[in-house]
Protein backbone atom coordinates (compact mmCIF):
# COMPACT_ATOMS: atom_id res chain seq x y z
CA UNK A 1 0.00 0.00 0.00
CA UNK A 2 2.84 2.38 0.81
CA UNK A 3 4.75 1.93 -2.60
CA UNK A 4 0.84 2.69 -4.31
CA UNK A 5 1.12 5.79 -2.70
CA UNK A 6 4.88 6.39 -3.09
CA UNK A 7 4.08 5.48 -6.98
CA UNK A 8 0.95 7.77 -7.03
CA UNK A 9 2.87 11.28 -5.35
CA UNK A 10 5.62 10.29 -8.53
CA UNK A 11 2.93 10.05 -11.23
CA UNK A 12 1.54 13.21 -10.25
CA UNK A 13 4.84 15.37 -10.12
CA UNK A 14 5.43 14.02 -13.37
CA UNK A 15 2.34 14.86 -14.71
CA UNK A 16 2.29 18.66 -12.86
CA UNK A 17 5.91 19.06 -14.39
CA UNK A 18 4.40 18.08 -17.64
CA UNK A 19 2.11 20.52 -17.59
CA UNK A 20 4.50 23.44 -16.58
CA UNK A 21 6.88 21.95 -19.32
CA UNK A 22 3.91 22.31 -21.79
CA UNK A 23 2.40 25.47 -20.75
CA UNK A 24 5.88 27.74 -20.82
CA UNK A 25 5.87 26.22 -24.71
CA UNK A 26 2.47 27.11 -25.83
CA UNK A 27 3.12 30.22 -23.65
CA UNK A 28 6.53 31.58 -25.13
CA UNK A 29 4.67 30.65 -28.69
CA UNK A 30 2.09 32.91 -27.85
CA UNK A 31 4.45 35.49 -27.13
CA UNK A 32 6.34 35.50 -30.28
CA UNK A 33 3.16 35.47 -32.14
CA UNK A 34 1.38 38.30 -29.92
CA UNK A 35 4.64 40.44 -30.82
CA UNK A 36 4.36 39.63 -35.01
CA UNK A 37 1.13 40.26 -35.46
CA UNK A 38 0.30 44.41 -35.88
CA UNK A 39 -0.01 46.86 -38.85
CA UNK A 40 3.71 47.06 -39.48
CA UNK A 41 4.43 43.59 -41.23
CA UNK A 42 7.97 42.09 -39.35
CA UNK A 43 10.45 39.56 -40.07
CA UNK A 44 9.85 36.28 -37.51
CA UNK A 45 13.55 36.14 -37.27
CA UNK A 46 13.77 40.07 -36.37
CA UNK A 47 10.58 39.77 -33.99
CA UNK A 48 12.96 37.10 -31.82
CA UNK A 49 16.23 39.21 -32.14
CA UNK A 50 15.00 42.18 -30.59
CA UNK A 51 13.08 40.34 -27.92
CA UNK A 52 17.09 39.84 -26.71
CA UNK A 53 18.57 42.88 -28.57
CA UNK A 54 18.49 46.36 -29.40
CA UNK A 55 19.98 47.41 -32.35
CA UNK A 56 18.31 51.12 -33.11
CA UNK A 57 16.54 49.91 -36.48
CA UNK A 58 12.58 51.45 -36.76
CA UNK A 59 11.40 47.54 -36.33
CA UNK A 60 13.33 46.99 -33.54
CA UNK A 61 12.06 49.97 -31.64
CA UNK A 62 8.69 48.89 -32.81
CA UNK A 63 8.77 45.48 -31.17
CA UNK A 64 10.54 46.64 -27.56
CA UNK A 65 8.53 50.31 -26.96
CA UNK A 66 5.02 48.92 -28.18
CA UNK A 67 5.09 45.14 -28.76
CA UNK A 68 7.27 43.94 -25.88
CA UNK A 69 5.48 45.76 -23.11
CA UNK A 70 2.31 45.10 -24.26
CA UNK A 71 3.11 41.15 -24.26
CA UNK A 72 4.35 41.30 -21.18
CA UNK A 73 1.32 42.98 -19.78
CA UNK A 74 -1.06 40.56 -21.10
CA UNK A 75 1.30 37.81 -19.11
CA UNK A 76 1.28 39.57 -15.87
CA UNK A 77 -2.38 40.56 -16.12
CA UNK A 78 -3.48 37.28 -17.23
CA UNK A 79 -1.12 35.51 -14.23
CA UNK A 80 -2.50 38.25 -11.72
CA UNK A 81 -6.45 37.77 -12.24
CA UNK A 82 -5.95 34.34 -12.21
CA UNK A 83 -4.31 33.62 -8.72
CA UNK A 84 -7.15 36.42 -7.87
CA UNK A 85 -10.12 34.58 -9.36
CA UNK A 86 -8.47 30.51 -7.26
CA UNK A 87 -7.85 32.91 -3.85
CA UNK A 88 -10.96 34.46 -4.55
CA UNK A 89 -12.99 31.16 -5.03
CA UNK A 90 -11.02 29.42 -2.06
CA UNK A 91 -12.13 32.14 0.49
CA UNK A 92 -15.55 32.27 -0.47
CA UNK A 93 -16.39 28.55 -1.22
CA UNK A 94 -18.67 29.64 -4.42
CA UNK A 95 -16.91 28.06 -7.62
CA UNK A 96 -18.77 30.81 -9.60
CA UNK A 97 -16.89 33.85 -7.73
CA UNK A 98 -14.43 35.89 -8.82
CA UNK A 99 -12.60 39.32 -8.29
CA UNK A 100 -15.79 40.85 -9.14
CA UNK A 101 -17.57 39.93 -6.13
CA UNK A 102 -15.02 42.19 -4.09
CA UNK A 103 -16.35 44.88 -6.27
CA UNK A 104 -12.81 45.98 -7.78
CA UNK A 105 -13.57 46.40 -11.11
CA UNK A 106 -16.19 48.81 -10.26
CA UNK A 107 -14.58 50.64 -7.95
CA UNK A 108 -11.72 51.11 -10.34
CA UNK A 109 -13.65 52.01 -13.26
CA UNK A 110 -15.63 54.45 -10.87
CA UNK A 111 -12.78 56.48 -9.46
CA UNK A 112 -11.28 56.45 -12.81
CA UNK A 113 -14.08 58.23 -14.85
CA UNK A 114 -14.82 60.42 -11.53
CA UNK A 115 -11.46 61.82 -11.47
CA UNK A 116 -11.29 62.22 -15.89
CA UNK A 117 -14.25 64.38 -15.40
CA UNK A 118 -13.11 66.54 -12.18
CA UNK A 119 -9.40 66.55 -13.84
CA UNK A 120 -10.04 66.97 -17.49
CA UNK A 121 -6.26 67.35 -18.10
CA UNK A 122 -5.55 64.59 -16.02
CA UNK A 123 -2.22 62.32 -17.47
CA UNK A 124 -2.88 58.50 -18.18
CA UNK A 125 -0.35 57.90 -15.52
CA UNK A 126 -1.78 59.57 -12.72
CA UNK A 127 -5.28 57.67 -14.11
CA UNK A 128 -3.82 54.50 -12.41
CA UNK A 129 -3.18 55.57 -9.39
CA UNK A 130 -6.97 56.53 -8.66
CA UNK A 131 -8.13 53.43 -10.26
CA UNK A 132 -6.00 51.52 -8.12
CA UNK A 133 -6.91 53.56 -4.84
CA UNK A 134 -10.86 52.91 -6.40
CA UNK A 135 -10.10 48.98 -6.44
CA UNK A 136 -8.40 48.75 -3.09
CA UNK A 137 -11.55 50.95 -1.36
CA UNK A 138 -14.32 49.33 -2.55
CA UNK A 139 -12.27 45.80 -1.36
CA UNK A 140 -12.51 47.26 1.69
CA UNK A 141 -15.57 48.38 2.03
CA UNK A 142 -16.64 44.89 1.11
CA UNK A 143 -14.73 43.41 3.91
CA UNK A 144 -16.16 45.51 6.79
CA UNK A 145 -19.92 45.03 5.31
CA UNK A 146 -19.17 41.47 4.82
CA UNK A 147 -17.75 41.18 8.35
CA UNK A 148 -20.22 43.27 10.72
CA UNK A 149 -22.03 40.35 12.91
CA UNK A 150 -19.06 37.56 11.59
CA UNK A 151 -17.50 37.03 8.56
CA UNK A 152 -19.10 34.18 5.91
CA UNK A 153 -18.68 33.83 2.78
CA UNK A 154 -22.40 34.38 1.76
CA UNK A 155 -21.94 37.58 3.33
CA UNK A 156 -18.93 38.73 1.76
CA UNK A 157 -20.13 37.62 -1.39
CA UNK A 158 -23.57 39.58 -1.59
CA UNK A 159 -22.12 42.71 -0.09
CA UNK A 160 -19.38 42.81 -2.98
CA UNK A 161 -22.38 42.43 -5.59
CA UNK A 162 -24.20 45.20 -3.98
CA UNK A 163 -21.07 47.28 -3.78
CA UNK A 164 -20.51 46.29 -7.60
CA UNK A 165 -23.98 47.53 -8.76
CA UNK A 166 -23.93 50.66 -6.68
CA UNK A 167 -20.79 51.45 -7.68
CA UNK A 168 -21.87 50.64 -11.40
CA UNK A 169 -24.64 52.68 -11.56
CA UNK A 170 -22.42 55.63 -10.29
CA UNK A 171 -19.88 55.33 -13.32
CA UNK A 172 -22.75 55.56 -15.97
CA UNK A 173 -24.42 58.42 -14.29
CA UNK A 174 -21.16 59.96 -14.21
CA UNK A 175 -20.25 59.78 -17.95
CA UNK A 176 -23.83 60.63 -19.17
CA UNK A 177 -22.90 63.80 -16.82
CA UNK A 178 -19.86 64.37 -18.94
CA UNK A 179 -20.10 62.57 -22.18
CA UNK A 180 -16.70 64.13 -23.10
CA UNK A 181 -15.06 61.69 -21.00
CA UNK A 182 -16.71 58.49 -22.78
CA UNK A 183 -14.69 59.00 -25.96
CA UNK A 184 -11.23 58.75 -23.98
CA UNK A 185 -12.12 55.74 -21.64
CA UNK A 186 -14.45 53.76 -23.51
CA UNK A 187 -11.49 51.01 -24.57
CA UNK A 188 -10.42 50.86 -20.85
CA UNK A 189 -14.13 49.99 -19.35
CA UNK A 190 -14.20 47.06 -21.59
CA UNK A 191 -10.66 46.12 -20.84
CA UNK A 192 -7.61 46.80 -23.25
CA UNK A 193 -3.78 46.37 -23.01
CA UNK A 194 -3.57 48.19 -26.43
CA UNK A 195 -2.12 51.30 -25.07
CA UNK A 196 0.66 49.59 -23.04
CA UNK A 197 4.02 50.86 -22.47
CA UNK A 198 6.66 50.50 -20.16
CA UNK A 199 5.68 52.94 -17.60
CA UNK A 200 2.37 50.66 -17.12
CA UNK A 201 4.70 47.62 -16.74
CA UNK A 202 6.97 49.76 -13.67
CA UNK A 203 3.38 50.60 -11.98
CA UNK A 204 2.32 47.11 -12.50
CA UNK A 205 5.58 45.02 -11.28
CA UNK A 206 6.04 45.59 -7.69
CA UNK A 207 2.51 45.08 -6.99
CA UNK A 208 2.02 41.73 -8.88
CA UNK A 209 5.56 40.98 -6.97
CA UNK A 210 4.08 41.32 -3.66
CA UNK A 211 0.75 39.61 -4.54
CA UNK A 212 2.05 36.41 -6.16
CA UNK A 213 4.47 35.89 -3.39
CA UNK A 214 1.54 36.61 -0.62
CA UNK A 215 0.14 34.05 -2.87
CA UNK A 216 2.81 31.58 -2.82
CA UNK A 217 2.77 32.36 0.85
CA UNK A 218 -0.55 31.61 1.29
CA UNK A 219 -0.75 28.42 -0.42
CA UNK A 220 -0.72 25.89 2.37
CA UNK A 221 -3.19 27.73 4.71
CA UNK A 222 -5.51 28.00 1.56
CA UNK A 223 -5.04 23.99 1.02
CA UNK A 224 -6.23 23.53 4.20
CA UNK A 225 -8.91 25.65 4.34
CA UNK A 226 -10.17 24.27 1.04
CA UNK A 227 -11.32 20.96 3.62
CA UNK A 228 -13.68 22.96 4.81
CA UNK A 229 -14.39 25.96 8.00
CA UNK A 230 -14.34 23.24 10.90
CA UNK A 231 -11.46 20.60 9.76
CA UNK A 232 -9.35 24.07 8.92
CA UNK A 233 -10.14 25.57 12.63
CA UNK A 234 -9.09 21.98 14.21
CA UNK A 235 -5.89 21.67 12.40
CA UNK A 236 -5.21 25.21 14.04
CA UNK A 237 -5.67 27.50 11.50
CA UNK A 238 -7.10 30.89 11.77
CA UNK A 239 -9.41 31.22 8.95
CA UNK A 240 -10.58 34.62 9.19
CA UNK A 241 -7.05 35.59 9.62
CA UNK A 242 -6.01 34.05 6.38
CA UNK A 243 -9.84 35.06 4.46
CA UNK A 244 -8.48 38.54 5.23
CA UNK A 245 -4.99 38.26 4.46
CA UNK A 246 -6.24 36.34 1.04
CA UNK A 247 -8.75 38.91 0.24
CA UNK A 248 -6.06 42.26 0.40
CA UNK A 249 -3.90 39.55 -1.76
CA UNK A 250 -6.93 39.55 -4.34
CA UNK A 251 -6.99 43.91 -3.92
CA UNK A 252 -3.83 43.98 -4.87
CA UNK A 253 -3.41 41.46 -7.72
CA UNK A 254 -6.90 42.19 -9.37
CA UNK A 255 -6.64 45.93 -8.37
CA UNK A 256 -3.74 46.81 -9.89
CA UNK A 257 -4.68 45.14 -13.25
CA UNK A 258 -8.11 46.97 -13.33
CA UNK A 259 -6.40 50.48 -12.50
CA UNK A 260 -3.66 49.97 -15.67
CA UNK A 261 -6.33 47.92 -18.43
CA UNK A 262 -9.60 48.48 -17.25
CA UNK A 263 -11.38 45.47 -16.16
CA UNK A 264 -10.86 42.22 -18.02
CA UNK A 265 -13.30 40.13 -16.85
CA UNK A 266 -13.67 36.33 -16.78
CA UNK A 267 -10.19 35.08 -16.74
CA UNK A 268 -10.50 34.96 -12.55
CA UNK A 269 -13.63 32.47 -13.66
CA UNK A 270 -11.99 30.35 -15.81
CA UNK A 271 -8.58 29.69 -15.54
CA UNK A 272 -8.90 28.19 -11.56
CA UNK A 273 -11.34 25.41 -12.89
CA UNK A 274 -9.54 24.38 -15.85
CA UNK A 275 -6.24 24.45 -13.29
CA UNK A 276 -8.16 22.30 -11.07
CA UNK A 277 -9.24 19.49 -13.33
CA UNK A 278 -5.57 19.01 -14.64
CA UNK A 279 -3.31 19.22 -11.11
CA UNK A 280 -6.26 19.49 -8.67
CA UNK A 281 -7.08 21.13 -5.41
CA UNK A 282 -3.22 22.10 -4.02
CA UNK A 283 -2.79 25.37 -3.89
CA UNK A 284 0.98 24.60 -3.93
CA UNK A 285 0.24 23.68 -7.13
CA UNK A 286 -2.59 25.33 -8.49
CA UNK A 287 -1.11 29.06 -7.80
CA UNK A 288 1.76 28.66 -10.07
CA UNK A 289 -0.17 26.98 -12.75
CA UNK A 290 -2.96 29.36 -12.85
CA UNK A 291 -0.17 32.29 -13.23
CA UNK A 292 0.79 30.14 -16.60
CA UNK A 293 -2.65 29.19 -18.02
CA UNK A 294 -3.73 32.96 -16.85
CA UNK A 295 -0.73 34.15 -19.03
CA UNK A 296 -1.50 32.16 -22.17
CA UNK A 297 -5.48 32.67 -22.01
CA UNK A 298 -4.80 36.46 -21.87
CA UNK A 299 -1.86 36.41 -24.67
CA UNK A 300 -3.49 34.83 -27.04
CA UNK A 301 -7.18 36.46 -26.57
CA UNK A 302 -4.84 39.52 -27.45
CA UNK A 303 -4.12 38.16 -30.43
CA UNK A 304 -7.67 36.99 -31.42
CA UNK A 305 -8.65 40.42 -29.94
CA UNK A 306 -6.90 42.34 -33.37
CA UNK A 307 -9.11 40.33 -35.84
CA UNK A 308 -12.35 40.79 -35.25
CA UNK A 309 -13.21 44.16 -36.62
CA UNK A 310 -9.66 44.00 -38.68
CA UNK A 311 -7.78 45.96 -39.01
CA UNK A 312 -9.13 47.91 -36.41
CA UNK A 313 -8.13 46.11 -32.83
CA UNK A 314 -10.84 45.38 -30.48
CA UNK A 315 -10.66 45.34 -26.70
CA UNK A 316 -9.19 42.68 -25.31
CA UNK A 317 -12.16 42.35 -22.76
CA UNK A 318 -14.54 41.57 -25.48
CA UNK A 319 -12.59 38.06 -26.07
CA UNK A 320 -12.30 37.08 -22.41
CA UNK A 321 -16.23 37.89 -22.53
CA UNK A 322 -17.24 35.94 -25.12
CA UNK A 323 -15.29 32.91 -23.98
CA UNK A 324 -15.95 33.49 -20.65
CA UNK A 325 -19.91 34.16 -21.29
CA UNK A 326 -20.70 30.54 -22.09
CA UNK A 327 -18.16 29.53 -19.21
CA UNK A 328 -20.11 30.75 -16.46
CA UNK A 329 -23.49 29.20 -17.51
CA UNK A 330 -22.04 25.72 -18.08
CA UNK A 331 -20.66 26.02 -14.84
CA UNK A 332 -24.13 27.60 -13.32
CA UNK A 333 -26.09 24.56 -15.41
CA UNK A 334 -23.45 21.62 -13.79
CA UNK A 335 -23.73 23.23 -10.36
CA UNK A 336 -27.41 23.59 -10.46
CA UNK A 337 -27.49 19.44 -11.96
CA UNK A 338 -25.47 19.07 -9.32
CA UNK A 339 -27.46 19.99 -6.28
CA UNK A 340 -30.36 17.78 -8.03
Request: overall charge positive; aromatic content about 8%; proline content about 4%.
Amino acid sequence: MQLFKINDVKNNNKLTLEIIIVSLIILFIGIIINIYIGSINLNLGTVIKAIFIADGTKENLVIRTIRLPRAIMSIVIGGNLAVAGVLMQGITRNPLASPQVFGINSGAAFFAVASMAIFPNLADNSLVYFAFIGAALSGILVYFIGSIGGMMPVKLALAGMAIHFLLSSFTQGIILIDENSLDKIIHWLVGSVSNTNWDNVLVIMPWTIIGLLSAVFLASSMTILDLGEEVAKGLGEKTELIRIIAGIVVIILAGVCVSVAGPIGFIGLIVPHIVKHFVGTDYRIKIPVCILFGAILLVYADIISRFIAYPFESPVGIVTAIIGGPFFLYLAQRKRGQKK
